[in-house]
């Protein structure tokens, strides 16, 4: 049975930072794009970065860039989000979520109609 189950969320501080961690299990993360999306309340789910089941593309929503970093560690079917300089407007719920892809290919995307399986969250508050 095809699972992530995410972990990391937290309450922090602004220009505090934060390291999510999303763990696969049931399928082999070389043949999944891998991607972290967000939802706050009252608003819709947006994609924040992505990683190609090869782990050598990645790509940032415009507002994360240069404070996400997205990586893998194939070995432990896991993926992580290092998020720095955080901000009280990333205050939301974060999911990963997993899409098939090619063996080793270069496929990002930021769009959660392309994702298959999802995560149940983790919580990130950014409050002083």
């Known amino acids: 049975q095809s699972q992530l189950v995410e972990s990391g969320g937290a309450l922090v501080q602004p220009g505090g930072s934060l390291r999510l961690t999303c763990v696969a299990s049931g399928f082999t993360l070389d043949y999944y794009a891998i991607g972290w999306f967000r939802q706050a309340p009252g608003k819709e789910r947006e994609g924040v970065s992505c990683?190609?089941?090869?782990?050598?593309?990645?790509r940032y929503k415009d507002s994360v860039e240069g404070r996400f970093t997205i990586s893998r560690d194939a070995a432990k079917s896991t993926v992580y989000l290092q998020m720095n300089s955080l901000k009280p407007e990333d205050t939301a719920i974060y999911y990963c979520a997993a899409k098939r892809a090619s063996y080793g290919g270069a496929w990002t995307g930021l769009g959660s109609q392309d994702y298959t399986y999802w995560g149940q969250g983790t919580q990130v508050t950014v409050s002083s």
């Open positions: 990683i190609s089941s090869s782990a050598r593309y990645t």
